[in-house]
Protein backbone atom coordinates (compact mmCIF):
# COMPACT_ATOMS: atom_id res chain seq x y z
CA UNK A 1 0.00 0.00 0.00
CA UNK A 2 1.28 3.23 -0.62
CA UNK A 3 2.03 5.72 1.95
CA UNK A 4 0.90 9.42 1.23
CA UNK A 5 3.98 11.51 3.13
CA UNK A 6 3.01 15.46 3.55
CA UNK A 7 5.80 17.93 3.45
CA UNK A 8 5.88 21.16 4.53
CA UNK A 9 8.88 23.61 3.25
CA UNK A 10 9.64 26.73 2.74
CA UNK A 11 11.40 27.58 -0.29
CA UNK A 12 14.29 29.71 1.11
CA UNK A 13 15.50 27.01 3.13
CA UNK A 14 18.92 25.25 2.09
CA UNK A 15 18.08 22.26 4.71
CA UNK A 16 14.05 21.70 3.89
CA UNK A 17 15.57 21.64 0.37
CA UNK A 18 17.82 19.08 1.13
CA UNK A 19 15.32 16.93 3.00
CA UNK A 20 13.18 17.44 -0.33
CA UNK A 21 15.49 16.07 -2.54
CA UNK A 22 16.07 13.08 -0.49
CA UNK A 23 12.15 12.29 -0.62
CA UNK A 24 12.31 12.37 -4.40
CA UNK A 25 14.58 9.75 -3.63
CA UNK A 26 12.58 8.01 -1.60
CA UNK A 27 9.92 7.76 -3.83
CA UNK A 28 12.12 6.04 -5.92
CA UNK A 29 13.12 3.40 -3.66
CA UNK A 30 10.07 2.67 -1.31
CA UNK A 31 6.35 2.77 -1.96
CA UNK A 32 6.04 6.33 -1.14
CA UNK A 33 4.22 9.19 -2.53
CA UNK A 34 4.69 13.04 -1.14
CA UNK A 35 2.40 15.53 -0.84
CA UNK A 36 3.86 19.37 -1.29
CA UNK A 37 2.72 21.78 1.27
CA UNK A 38 3.96 25.56 1.74
CA UNK A 39 4.83 26.87 5.32
CA UNK A 40 6.64 29.76 6.18
CA UNK A 41 9.38 31.06 7.80
CA UNK A 42 7.94 34.70 7.77
CA UNK A 43 4.82 33.21 9.67
CA UNK A 44 6.81 31.51 12.20
CA UNK A 45 9.08 33.95 13.62
CA UNK A 46 6.06 36.90 13.24
CA UNK A 47 6.68 38.61 16.64
CA UNK A 48 10.41 37.25 17.30
CA UNK A 49 13.67 39.44 18.55
CA UNK A 50 15.75 38.82 15.65
CA UNK A 51 19.00 39.98 14.09
CA UNK A 52 18.72 43.05 11.45
CA UNK A 53 19.92 40.45 8.87
CA UNK A 54 17.36 37.92 9.39
CA UNK A 55 14.53 40.43 9.35
CA UNK A 56 15.56 41.37 6.09
CA UNK A 57 15.64 37.43 4.98
CA UNK A 58 12.37 36.94 6.39
CA UNK A 59 10.87 40.08 4.48
CA UNK A 60 11.96 38.67 1.16
CA UNK A 61 10.21 35.10 2.06
CA UNK A 62 6.98 36.21 1.72
CA UNK A 63 6.96 36.14 -1.66
CA UNK A 64 8.29 32.87 -2.90
CA UNK A 65 5.57 31.19 -0.55
CA UNK A 66 3.09 33.45 -1.14
CA UNK A 67 3.66 32.68 -5.39
CA UNK A 68 3.80 29.28 -4.79
CA UNK A 69 0.00 29.02 -3.30
CA UNK A 70 -1.12 31.47 -5.62
CA UNK A 71 0.16 28.85 -8.52
CA UNK A 72 -1.50 25.97 -6.30
CA UNK A 73 -4.90 27.37 -5.90
CA UNK A 74 -4.74 28.36 -9.94
CA UNK A 75 -3.76 25.14 -11.55
CA UNK A 76 -3.81 22.67 -8.77
CA UNK A 77 -1.27 20.21 -6.56
CA UNK A 78 0.60 18.97 -9.28
CA UNK A 79 2.95 22.86 -9.85
CA UNK A 80 4.01 22.85 -6.29
CA UNK A 81 6.78 20.46 -6.98
CA UNK A 82 8.24 21.72 -10.35
CA UNK A 83 7.93 25.27 -8.87
CA UNK A 84 9.65 24.90 -5.83
CA UNK A 85 12.31 23.04 -7.63
CA UNK A 86 12.79 25.67 -10.05
CA UNK A 87 12.94 28.14 -7.26
CA UNK A 88 14.84 25.94 -5.68
CA UNK A 89 17.52 25.11 -7.57
CA UNK A 90 18.10 29.03 -8.19
CA UNK A 91 18.10 30.16 -4.53
CA UNK A 92 20.19 26.98 -3.23
CA UNK A 93 22.51 25.54 -6.46
CA UNK A 94 22.91 28.88 -7.90
CA UNK A 95 23.21 30.84 -4.75
CA UNK A 96 20.54 33.11 -6.06
CA UNK A 97 19.68 36.25 -4.04
CA UNK A 98 17.70 38.33 -6.32
CA UNK A 99 14.13 36.81 -5.44
CA UNK A 100 12.20 38.15 -7.67
CA UNK A 101 14.05 37.58 -10.74
CA UNK A 102 14.06 34.27 -9.20
CA UNK A 103 10.20 34.00 -9.26
CA UNK A 104 9.89 35.21 -12.71
CA UNK A 105 12.29 32.74 -13.98
CA UNK A 106 10.98 29.84 -12.36
CA UNK A 107 7.25 30.39 -13.30
CA UNK A 108 8.28 30.83 -17.15
CA UNK A 109 10.53 27.31 -16.47
CA UNK A 110 7.34 25.89 -15.20
CA UNK A 111 5.20 27.51 -17.77
CA UNK A 112 3.20 29.05 -15.40
CA UNK A 113 1.56 33.15 -16.35
CA UNK A 114 4.02 35.60 -15.65
CA UNK A 115 1.71 37.80 -13.62
CA UNK A 116 1.56 35.06 -10.31
CA UNK A 117 4.94 36.82 -9.64
CA UNK A 118 2.49 40.03 -8.66
CA UNK A 119 1.32 37.91 -5.96
CA UNK A 120 4.50 38.24 -4.32
CA UNK A 121 4.19 41.64 -2.88
CA UNK A 122 0.54 41.33 -2.17
CA UNK A 123 -1.76 39.88 0.72
CA UNK A 124 -4.04 38.16 -1.61
CA UNK A 125 -3.14 34.87 -0.39
CA UNK A 126 -2.32 35.00 2.81
CA UNK A 127 -4.84 33.50 4.70
CA UNK A 128 -4.65 30.32 2.69
CA UNK A 129 -0.61 30.77 2.96
CA UNK A 130 -1.54 30.59 6.86
CA UNK A 131 -3.56 27.63 6.62
CA UNK A 132 -1.31 25.56 5.15
CA UNK A 133 1.78 26.91 7.39
CA UNK A 134 -0.60 26.11 10.77
CA UNK A 135 -1.72 22.45 9.47
CA UNK A 136 1.60 21.36 9.64
CA UNK A 137 2.53 22.88 12.35
CA UNK A 138 0.23 22.02 14.45
CA UNK A 139 1.36 18.66 13.96
CA UNK A 140 4.91 19.10 15.63
CA UNK A 141 4.41 22.04 17.61
CA UNK A 142 5.91 25.56 17.42
CA UNK A 143 9.42 25.29 18.75
CA UNK A 144 10.60 23.54 15.38
CA UNK A 145 10.79 24.72 11.89
CA UNK A 146 11.03 23.40 8.05
CA UNK A 147 10.62 20.97 7.03
CA UNK A 148 7.51 18.95 8.70
CA UNK A 149 6.60 15.49 7.35
CA UNK A 150 3.68 13.60 8.46
CA UNK A 151 2.80 10.35 7.49
CA UNK A 152 0.05 7.79 8.79
CA UNK A 153 1.32 5.78 11.99
CA UNK A 154 0.91 2.01 12.42
CA UNK A 155 -2.67 2.75 14.48
CA UNK A 156 -3.74 5.23 11.34
CA UNK A 157 -2.72 8.90 13.31
CA UNK A 158 -0.99 11.13 11.67
CA UNK A 159 2.94 10.64 12.90
CA UNK A 160 4.50 14.07 12.50
CA UNK A 161 8.26 15.38 12.63
CA UNK A 162 10.50 17.96 11.81
CA UNK A 163 13.69 17.10 9.67
CA UNK A 164 15.57 15.29 8.87
CA UNK A 165 18.18 17.29 8.75
CA UNK A 166 21.00 15.80 6.93
CA UNK A 167 23.84 16.90 4.16
CA UNK A 168 24.53 15.74 1.50
CA UNK A 169 20.93 13.80 0.58
CA UNK A 170 21.67 10.15 0.52
CA UNK A 171 20.56 8.34 -2.68
CA UNK A 172 19.38 5.15 -3.58
CA UNK A 173 18.95 2.43 -0.57
CA UNK A 174 20.79 4.63 1.40
CA UNK A 175 18.10 7.19 1.20
CA UNK A 176 14.99 4.36 1.68
CA UNK A 177 17.19 3.10 4.66
CA UNK A 178 17.12 6.77 6.42
CA UNK A 179 13.63 6.66 5.77
CA UNK A 180 12.76 3.70 7.32
CA UNK A 181 15.06 4.60 10.31
CA UNK A 182 13.11 7.83 10.81
CA UNK A 183 9.66 6.41 10.85
CA UNK A 184 10.62 3.68 12.99
CA UNK A 185 12.08 6.37 15.98
CA UNK A 186 9.20 8.31 15.27
CA UNK A 187 6.60 6.52 15.52
CA UNK A 188 8.26 4.83 18.98
CA UNK A 189 5.57 6.67 21.63
CA UNK A 190 7.47 9.57 23.63
CA UNK A 191 10.29 9.64 21.37
CA UNK A 192 11.16 13.43 20.78
CA UNK A 193 14.30 14.03 19.59
CA UNK A 194 18.18 12.84 18.16
CA UNK A 195 20.04 15.72 17.33
CA UNK A 196 23.91 16.73 17.02
CA UNK A 197 25.67 19.98 16.30
CA UNK A 198 25.95 20.67 12.45
CA UNK A 199 30.10 20.80 11.36
CA UNK A 200 29.33 21.59 7.45
CA UNK A 201 26.80 23.63 5.67
CA UNK A 202 24.20 21.91 3.17
CA UNK A 203 26.29 20.29 0.42
CA UNK A 204 24.53 20.37 -2.96
CA UNK A 205 25.48 17.82 -5.61
Same mark, same amino acid.
Given at each position: ??????????????????????????????????????????????????????????????????????AQLEHGDSVVLPLYTAM???????????? *???? @?????? +??? #? =???? /??? &?????????????????????????????????? *???? @?????? +??? #? =???? /??? &??????????????????????????????
Open positions: MTTTADFWFDPLCPWAWMTSRWMLEVEQVRDVQVHWNVMSLAVLNEGKELPPEYVELMTAAWAPVRVIVAGTRFHHDQRKDY *DAVI @VEALAE +VGL #P =AQLA /EVG &GTTKVDEQLRASHHRGIALVGEDVGTPVICVPGP *DGNP @VAFFGP +VMT #P =APKG /EAA &GLLWDGTLLVAATPGFYEIKRTRTVAPIFD
